[in-house]
Nanobody, 124 residues
Framework: QVQLVESGGGLVQAGGSLRLSCTAS????????VGWFRQAPGKEREFVAA????????YYGDSVKGRFTTSRDNAKKTLYLQMNSLKPEDTAVYYC?????????????????WGQGTQVTVSS
């Protein structure tokens, strides 16, 4: 099993940047593909970004492509989400998740473990 804890959320103005971190414990972080999802009030959970365990492949949701970048540091057991050019529509609780699969990482069913989330609020 692996435990995930997100951090780095907060309040930022539109056009600004924020970096989220997700730190793992209790498992072998390097053996998992990891990803980010978000959920805004009244909306269903949405895929944001994912990265395979080797770091050689990344995937992004259409709404964040070109603005967000995900990366990982296996030595630190940490996943990152760099968010640039933030929009009010990006306001949501952001969750990191870990998957034993290396494919279809935009699908929630591929993930075995989830963090508790961190709030990101983008003001206009």
């Amino acid at each position: 099993q692996v435990q995930l804890v997100e951090s780095g959320g907060g309040l930022v103005q539109a056009g600004g940047s924020l970096r989220l971190s997700c730190t793992a414990s209790g498992g072998t972080f390097s053996s998992y593909s990891v990803g980010w999802f978000r959920q805004a009030p009244g909306k269903e959970r949405e895929f944001v970004a994912a990265i395979r365990r080797s770091g050689d492949s990344t995937y992004y949701g259409d709404s964040v492509k070109g603005r967000f970048t995900t990366s990982r540091d296996n030595a630190k057991k940490t996943l990152y989400l760099q968010m640039n050019s933030l929009k009010p529509e990006d306001t949501a609780v952001y969750y990191c998740a870990a998957s034993s699969s290396g494919y279809y990482l935009w699908t929630r069913s591929q993930y075995n473990y989830w963090g508790q989330g961190t709030q990101v609020t983008v003001s206009s």
